[in-house]
T-cell receptor
Framework: GAVVSQHPSWVICKSGTSVKIECRSL??????MFWYRQFPKQSLMLMAT?????????EQGVEKDKFLINHASLTLSTLTVTSAHPEDSSFYIC?????????????FGPGTRLTVL | GQNIDQPTEMTATEGAIVQINCTYQ??????LFWYQQHAGEAPTFLSY??LDGLEEKGRFSSFLSRSKGYSYLLLKELQMKDSASYLC??????????WGAGTKLIIKP
C-alpha cells in the first residue's frame, strides 16, 4: 500500500494561534488528497478535498477561511487551522488516492492530534 | 439523504467468529470499503467489494449484496489485537466516500 506521512503527529497550542499540518505522499503522486476530522468515538468527517494546483473543495459547514488548504505539489498538502479554539481540538487525518487507482481506495496518514487550550 | 448503518458496539470471545453488518442507502453505488481503526490511529484498509458475493482474505472476509444494500465483515479466529473499530464506507455516484459511524469490537479472553 501507499505510504502517507503527517506532521506533526500531535500539537498543543493556545487559543487564537494558527496551526499548520502537513500531509505527504511518500511513494506516489497524488492529484487529490482528503482532509478528515474525527472527534472522540465518532466516525470520520470529510472536511475538504484538496486538488493539486487548484482550490480545495470544502464540505458543507466547514469554514474555508478557518481551515486553509494548500496543495502545492503532487506530494504535499497542508491544512492550516487559523485562530484555533478549544472546539477545534480533534484528530485530523489526511488521505490520498493514487493517480493510478482503479477505485477510490484511500491511504491514510497517521493523523495529527490537535489540542487547543 | 445518504445513510450508512452499523452497530455501535459488539463483543466477542477470543478464538470465535464475529460478523459485523453494514446497511446503506446512497445515491448510486461504486463500491464498499471496510477499514479497521485502532484507538488513536488512522484507519487501515481491509477490503473493497463492488460485485455481489464474498471476498476472502485470510481471517477476514467481506460480503456484498447490492440489491439489499447490505454488506458484512466476517472475522474468524479472533485475536485480542482485533479489538478495534471497523468502518464501513460506500462510494456514491459522485465517487465520494460516505462513512458509517463505525462498530467498536471488543474481544474478551
Amino acid at each position: 500500500g501507499a505510504v502517507v506521512s503527517q506532521h506533526p503527529s500531535w500539537v498543543i497550542c493556545k487559543s487564537g494561534t494558527s496551526v499548520k499540518i502537513e500531509c505527504r505522499s511518500l511513494d506516489f503522486q497524488a492529484t487529490t488528497m482528503f482532509w478528515y476530522r474525527q472527534f472522540p468515538k465518532q466516525s470520520l468527517m470529510l472536511m475538504a478535498t484538496s486538488n493539486e494546483g487548484s482550490k480545495a473543495t470544502y464540505e458543507q459547514g466547514v469554514e474555508k477561511d478557518k481551515f486553509l488548504i494548500n496543495h502545492a505539489s503532487l506530494t504535499l498538502s497542508t491544512l492550516t487551522v487559523t485562530s484555533a479554539h478549544p472546539e477545534d481540538s480533534s484528530f485530523y487525518i489526511c488521505s490520498v488516492t493514487p493517480l493510478a487507482a482503479s477505485y477510490n481506495e484511500q491511504f491514510f496518514g497517521p493523523g495529527t492530534r490537535l489540542t487547543v487550550l | 439523504g445518504q445513510n450508512i448503518d452499523q452497530p455501535t458496539e459488539m463483543t466477542a470471545t477470543e478464538g470465535a467468529i464475529v460478523q459485523i453488518n453494514c446497511t446503506y442507502q446512497t445515491s448510486g453505488f461504486n463500491g464498499l470499503f471496510w477499514y479497521q481503526q485502532h484507538a488513536g490511529e488512522a484507519p487501515t484498509f481491509l477490503s473493497y467489494n463492488v460485485l455481489d458475493g464474498l471476498e476472502e482474505k485470510g481471517r477476514f472476509s467481506s460480503f456484498l449484496s447490492r440489491s439489499k444494500g447490505y454488506s458484512y465483515l466476517l472475522l474468524k479466529e479472533l485475536q485480542m489485537k482485533d479489538s478495534a473499530s471497523y468502518l464501513c464506507a460506500v462510494v456514491d455516484s459522485n465517487y465520494q466516500l460516505i462513512w458509517g459511524a463505525g462498530t467498536k469490537l471488543i474481544i474478551k479472553p
